[in-house]
Structure formats: C-alpha cells, structure tokens
C-alpha cells in the first residue's frame, strides 16, 4: 500500500518568513495529493491539493510543488502569520472516481513564533 | 448547511469492554471514511463506507468494524478495547465525485480507555 513520509515533524518560523513542508510517497500510482490544516482542538480541513498532471498551484501566500519522478511533493507558505501555527497533514491517493483511500503523512507542526 | 456531526465528542472506557461512535455526514455525501489520530501517527484510515457498502479498509485488527445506514450515517465499533485505543476517531465525508475529492471532517470522538 501507499506509504507517506512528512518532515519536518516541528517547524519554528519568525513571523514574515517562509516556512515549507516536504512529503514523499511511495505509490506511482498515486495522482491527488492534498494538504489539510489542523488547529488547535479543531477538525482537519483542507488548504489545498494537487493533482499528478500539474507541477505547482497557488492559492495567494500558499503554494504546493509535485515532482512525480521524485515522488514527493512540498508545501510553501510565505509570509507566516501567527494564524499559520497549526498542525499540517500532508495525503496521497489514487482516484479511481468510485474509491478513494486518502494516506496521510504523521504531520508537521508549524509555529510561528511573533 | 449541518457540517459532519459526530457523537459522542468524549467517553472514558475500561480496557476488554466495547464502544460505538455515531457519525452523520454533510447532507448529501454518501461516503463517510473513519480515521484515527494519534499523537506522532497522524491520521490513519481505518475504513470508508458508501452506499452501505465498504469499499475500503486500512490495516486494523478485526476489533475494529463499521457500517453505514441507508440515509448515510455511519457506525464504528470497536470491542475489546485495549489501552492503545485511546486516540481522536474522526469521521470524514466527502461526495464521490474524482472532481470534488474533498474530506470534511467532523470534530471527533475523544476515547480514552482506562
């Protein structure tokens, strides 16, 4: 099965700098890849994804790169602001369009420190 | 719109004994998936359900088992509970479409077993 390695597990960033997350998997097969944010004693939720037919996508101060021949994948967010601080789960999964089994990795904690 | 509404959001068990968790999904979803999250594991996946069905399943033990009901909710149970079940059981629906391949999570049950 697909298997997901995230590092770092802890991240400390100064307010304003970059602050970046890298995953690996193991599946080729694999073809979505989303980031989820989790806060403090709230519930996951997405932040954003990418699918195997794209190299980057940007949603304003965050962005996600694929490399498929590397098999891995990386979060960027610039900017950090102290509402960044929050656990970040990278996934991997093949969409079949009638199954899916999302693999997470085991989290980065982002802070960022004001 | 009701998000993912799970309950019950905490409970304290003795070890050998057996628990269910209630999951409703977002109106309209038809698949619930269940994960555990553990400190420094991340989220695993334990098992999705659609249209009553189990389409998929993750590496736990046969103590572990779910069901889904007509109008989508879902059950987890899980018997003989050991003290390494402790852990936030999340609940996730999502549509099936391969377009919209977004989970939404509910805020989890809490178990702790004693």
């Known amino acids: 099965g697909e298997n997901v390695e995230q590092h770092p597990s802890t991240l400390s960033v100064q307010e304003g700098d970059s602050a970046v997350i890298k995953c690996t998997y193991s599946?080729?097969?694999?073809?979505?890849f989303p980031w989820y944010k989790q806060e403090l004693g709230k519930r996951p939720q997405l932040i954003i994804d990418?699918?195997?037919?794209?190299g980057e996508k940007k949603d304003q101060r965050i962005a996600v790169t694929l490399n498929k021949t590397a098999k891995h994948f990386s979060l960027h967010i610039t900017e950090t602001q102290p509402e960044d601080s929050a656990v970040y789960f990278c996934a991997a999964s093949w969409d079949s369009g009638s199954a899916r089994q999302l693999t997470f990795g085991s989290g980065t904690q982002l802070t960022v420190l004001p | 719109k009701a998000g993912v509404t799970q309950t019950p959001r905490y409970l304290i068990k003795t070890r050998g004994q057996q628990v269910t968790l209630s999951c409703s999904p977002i109106s309209g979803h038809r698949s619930v998936s269940w994960y555990q999250q553990t400190p420094g594991q991340g989220l695993q996946f334990l098992f999705e359900y659609f249209s009553e069905t189990q389409r998929n399943k993750g590496n736990f033990p046969g103590r572990f088992s779910g069901r889904q009901f007509s109008n989508s909710r879902s059950e987890m149970n899980v018997s003989t509970l050991e003290l390494g079940d402790s852990a936030l059981y999340l609940c996730a629906s999502s549509w099936t479409l391969p377009l919209e391949p977004e989970l939404f999570f509910g805020e989890g049950s809490r178990l702790t077993v004693l």
């Open positions: 990418i699918r195997s037919n794209v």
């Open positions: 599946d080729s097969a694999s073809n979505y």
